[in-house]
């Protein structure tokens, strides 16, 4: 990385530190950036291959459960949140080759907001598993008439198309077009400034939505329901456990009490790590967002673009953990997963 940052150095460093006056800017930021980089484009490649190989296992199982549909659903969401991550990496490293005609703001619009849409689509769709597969516990008979598969297919699709519905406008949010830069005396392609009232307006109530409300909800609700979940297979074990003998009387052609134990154990355990890893990946960028809204000039265009765009690579990091351990959490405590795979 030496050459590309003694590039940074001669045509860039001059920039960072006289016009942005940033918090971290030249070889400090560099390098720092340059270790985030490399560390998410290893996790996120690691995890778009995963979850390629989880749509292909759960196609494989098929959708008769209207689980299998959700998180074949939470893959797709994960992919498209590696692949905009690996496009994010891109962002930071193309801009310092010489020579290279833009900057690296014309990924906003293609990598940085599309990878936030995608973590909150499989924060959403991890809420929709945990309210599911509670209420499947707590009344089994009627939760399984009314969420069918077709209806989880449905409730996918009204997932995905309304977030992407709320990130339509970040194309005029973002306009690329050639911007003049006075210390390299050239023009480079980026984002031009706006200041459209209706598309700022706009973007204020995206940004809402998605640092403030949605983690908010998506964390309660998963923390909750997991909890309550847990409750309630205690409490069926112990009743199950109170009246053993009466159950072994009656039938003796079901399965093992033993057997189905050892299922709702390893259900929980499934459901808290992915509750654990899913909250603890989205403080980062909750914090992100937050920043952007409360301090004007932390933004891609902003003062302070450099740890704009450092926090943001960071917590990339984080999501590409959350993509990466989905799988890791189905393979091993899945028995039906591990077979097909």
């Known amino acids: 990385m030496a050459p590309r940052l003694e590039v940074l150095n001669s045509s860039d460093q001059s920039e960072t530190l006289d016009t942005e006056q940033e918090l971290v800017g030249g070889i400090l930021y560099w390098q720092l950036m340059t270790t985030v980089l490399v560390l998410d484009l290893f996790l996120a490649m690691f995890a778009a291959g995963a ?9 494989k199982m098929g959708f008769v459960d209207s689980t299998n549909v959700s998180l074949t659903a939470l ?10 991550s690996i496009n994010c990496v891109l962002a930071i490293f193309l801009p310092i080759i010489p020579n290279i005609p833009f900057t690296f703001e014309i990924f906003v619009t293609s990598a940085s907001h ?10 959403l769709i ?3 598993i945990s309210v599911e597969r509670y209420l499947c516990v707590l009344l089994p008979l009627k939760i399984k008439r009314i969420i069918t598969t077709r209806r989880t297919f449905i409730a996918m699709l009204i997932i995905f198309a309304i977030s992407l519905a709320l990130n339509l406008h970040l194309s005029l949010k973002f306009p690329i077009g050639w911007k003049f830069f ?24 995206r940004q809402v939505i998605f640092s403030l409300i949605l983690p908010v909800f998506t964390s309660i609700t998963v923390l909750f329901s997991t909890i309550l979940l847990s409750v309630a297979l205690q409490n069926s074990k112990s009743w199950r456990d109170a009246n053993k003998s009466v159950v072994k009387s009656k039938d003796t052609s079901g399965p093992e009490l033993s057997t189905v134990d050892s299922k709702e154990a390893r259900t929980v355990k499934m459901l808290i790590a992915i509750t654990t890893v899913f909250i603890v990946s989205s403080i980062p960028s909750s914090i992100h967002m937050i920043a952007v809204i409360m301090v004007p000039e932390f933004e891609v265009n902003g003062r302070y673009s450099n740890l704009y765009a450092l926090t943001g690579m960071a917590f990339f990091v984080v999501d590409s953990l959350n993509c990466s351990a989905n799988v890791v959490i189905y393979y091993r405590m899945s028995t039906k997963f591990r077979r097909a795979l």
């Open 182 to 205: 006075p210390q390299r005396n050239r023009s480079l392609l980026g984002v031009l400034p706006i200041d459209d009232f209706t598309i700022l307006t706009l973007d204020y109530v």
């Open 114 to 123: 599309p990878h936030l849409m995608f973590s909150r689509i499989s924060a």
């Open 51 to 59: 979850n390629i190989v989880t749509i292909i296992v759960y196609r």
């Open 75 to 84: 893959a797709i969401s994960d992919l498209g949140s590696s692949i905009t």
């Open 126 to 128: 991890t809420t929709y």
